[in-house]
């Protein structure tokens, strides 16, 4: 199916705000990588800010598709969150855009001015979803099968491992010696970032996970 208008130039949008931030790219530029003209651009979007916090939005709301499922689900809590790491991964690996305009919203709020309407209701959002992995480790220290890590901060270093990940752009590819978004960097991504996270916060209790099996080795940077 073609995409409507508003469909393509939120495409555009969320391209354009983070590969050149907020303050980078204008309207008028948007308007016509979209094959629109910019009359149009403002029959969807009355301003730059309300278009930036409807991008912001979107992608929101597909993290919020891969992950929420995967919190909510029955079993062992080393298995759930598991599950959530891997559907965190998918969701930022998913669109290359995704990491990088992330990234760029939690360094760069000072440009957007006046707090544009709407941004306030979708930081609550991302902190409703950074409250639901802090709660399942809370669970996991109290059940006996994770240590009573600082939720917080472990939460903190899973933002930073991800988002700064997919966000790095031709520097992580040189790390890796492959593409950060090709299919097996991205599965190698999700299993080395499960193997640390399991031995970080393994219970002194708990009965060891198997860990992953041997990873295919790296390609060093040139």
Same mark, same amino acid.
């Given at each position: 199916?073609?995409?409507?208008?508003?469909?393509?130039?939120?495409?555009?949008?969320?391209?354009?705000?983070?590969?050149?931030?907020?303050?980078?790219?204008?309207?008028?530029?948007?308007?016509?990588?979209?094959?629109?003209?910019?009359?149009?651009?403002?029959?969807?979007?009355?301003?730059?800010?309300?278009?930036?916090?409807?991008?912001?939005?979107?992608?929101?709301?597909?993290?919020? *598709?891969?992950?929420?499922?995967? @919190?909510? +689900?029955? $079993?062992?809590?080393? %298995?759930? &969150?598991? /599950?959530?790491?891997? #559907?965190?991964?998918?969701?930022?690996?998913?669109?290359?855009?995704?990491?990088?305009?992330?990234?760029?919203?939690?360094?760069?709020?000072?440009?957007?001015?006046?707090?544009?309407?709407?941004?306030? *209701?979708?930081?609550?959002?991302? @902190?409703? +979803?950074? $409250?639901?992995?802090? %709660?399942? &480790?809370? /669970?996991?220290?109290? #059940?006996?099968?994770?240590?009573?890590?600082?939720?917080?901060?472990?939460?903190?270093?899973?933002?930073?491992?991800?988002?700064?990940?997919?966000?790095?752009?031709?520097?992580?590819?040189?790390?890796?010696?492959?593409?950060?978004?090709?299919?097996?960097?991205?599965?190698?991504?999700?299993?080395? &970032?499960?193997?640390?996270?399991?031995?970080?916060?393994?219970?002194?209790?708990?009965?060891?996970?198997?860990?992953?099996?041997?990873?295919?080795?790296?390609?060093?940077?040139?």
């Amino acid at each position: 199916m073609e995409p409507s208008s508003r469909e393509k130039i939120l495409e555009v949008a969320e391209a354009g705000f983070a590969r050149r931030g907020f303050a980078g790219i204008g309207m008028r530029e948007m308007a016509a990588a979209a094959g629109l003209g910019k009359s149009s651009l403002f029959h969807h979007f009355a301003s730059k800010a309300e278009l930036y916090v409807a991008v912001l939005e979107r992608v929101i709301e597909r993290i919020e *598709a891969h992950v929420l499922p995967a @919190l909510s +689900l029955d $079993g062992d809590i080393p %298995a759930r &969150l598991d /599950a959530a790491v891997d #559907a965190l991964v998918d969701s930022l690996a998913e669109h290359p855009s995704t990491a990088r305009l992330l990234l760029r919203t939690l360094v760069e709020d000072e440009q957007h001015g006046a707090q544009p309407d709407g941004l306030a *209701a979708a930081e609550a959002r991302v @902190l409703a +979803l950074i $409250g639901a992995f802090a %709660a399942l &480790l809370r /669970a996991g220290a109290e #059940a006996g099968a994770l240590r009573a890590a600082a939720p917080a901060h472990a939460v903190q270093a899973l933002i930073g491992a991800t988002v700064y990940h997919f966000a790095s752009g031709e520097f992580g590819d040189t790390v890796l010696g492959r593409p950060i978004f090709s299919a097996e960097a991205v599965a190698g991504y999700r299993r080395e &970032l499960k193997h640390l996270l399991r031995s970080g916060l393994a219970s002194p209790e708990a009965s060891p996970r198997a860990g992953p099996s041997r990873a295919p080795k790296e390609n060093p940077p040139s």
